[in-house]
């Protein structure tokens, strides 16, 4: 029987997700917010294979003339290609998007967050607002950027750029008002930093080509996580992650964070909005 566990990662310190569009117009080097779930399953992959004594002596990349055992437990279809009707991830069956993770100073899980919708934004008097649409007549084209809808709603609108918890995610399901609650704004949990860094040619230091990394660091307390579906013996294969975390290494730069595991019981499953926790009815952690 498969299982699901929570992972976060806690970042030790700045970190930087590339992406092809990190690059700006201006010697800069933009950070994605979250990690993307191609990176994510990189290092669950190798995790597993580390963990197991099947990675060569570079720590990088699979011993040679271990195919059957690698794929075993980490399949045959490229983390690139998660979008295939049918994949191959071995022992991991299914990874969730990235969201965020509150922990206490006993580590215990209090709230699950994830970012809102672009139709939430802020308003002046500090309260949230969900944009207004009303079907338009004209008939519906792919060129029609809002679907064959126009907006109605009226006034200045303010980017909301907030992380919603499970209480205010239920509101924005069931169309309530809702709060606007500073501490979660995304800014305050994910937050923007830069350094100089020195460019590279095919991955080779040009001295003198400066430019400026926009990365972050998070918020204390903070984790990025997700949620994983696995088949029996994942526990055993990756014990050390269930006990008290150990280090991992994320994105290009090699970010370092703290991975740890563990299981989704009643407490943490109520920690979800309502829409993501029925994902986990009949489940019953053992």
Do not use: H
Request: with cysteine; charged share 30%.
């Amino acid at each position: 029987m498969d299982k699901f566990y929570l992972i976060t990662f806690t970042p030790l310190g700045r970190f930087y997700f590339g992406s092809s569009n990190s690059w700006g117009e201006s010697f800069y080097a933009s950070s994605l917010k979250f990690p993307t779930q191609t990176t994510i399953l990189g290092c669950l992959r190798r995790s597993m294979l580390k963990q197991n004594d099947l990675l060569d002596d570079s720590g990088r990349y699979p011993k040679k003339d271990y195919n059957g055992q690698i794929q075993s437990l980490t399949g045959k279809s490229k983390a690139k290609g998660l979008d295939e009707t049918e994949l191959d991830l071995g022992i991991i069956k299914k990874i969730s998007p990235v969201f965020v993770a509150q922990s206490n100073s006993n580590g215990d899980i209090e709230n699950i967050l994830f970012p809102l919708p672009v139709d939430v934004y802020k308003k002046k008097e500090c309260k949230l607002g969900i944009l207004e649409y009303e079907k338009k007549d004209s008939k519906l084209t792919s060129r029609d950027e809002n679907y064959g809808y126009k907006k109605i709603t009226e006034g200045k609108i303010y980017p909301a750029e907030i992380m919603g918890d499970k209480n205010m995610w239920d509101d924005y399901l069931q169309s309530k008002e809702l709060d606007y609650n500073s501490k979660y704004e995304m800014d305050k949990i994910i937050i923007p930093t830069s350094q100089p860094g020195i460019a590279r040619k095919e991955r080779i230091k040009e001295d003198g080509a400066f430019y400026r990394k926009k990365d972050f660091i998070m918020a204390e307390g903070f984790s990025y996580a997700i949620i994983s579906e696995v088949d029996n013996g994942f526990e055993n294969l990756m014990k050390i992650y269930f006990e008290t975390g150990s280090l991992v290494f994320l994105g290009g730069e090699q970010s370092k964070f703290i991975m740890k595991i563990m299981g989704l019981n009643e407490d943490v499953k109520s920690k979800f909005p309502t829409g993501v926790s029925r994902f986990f009815n009949g489940y019953n952690p053992t």
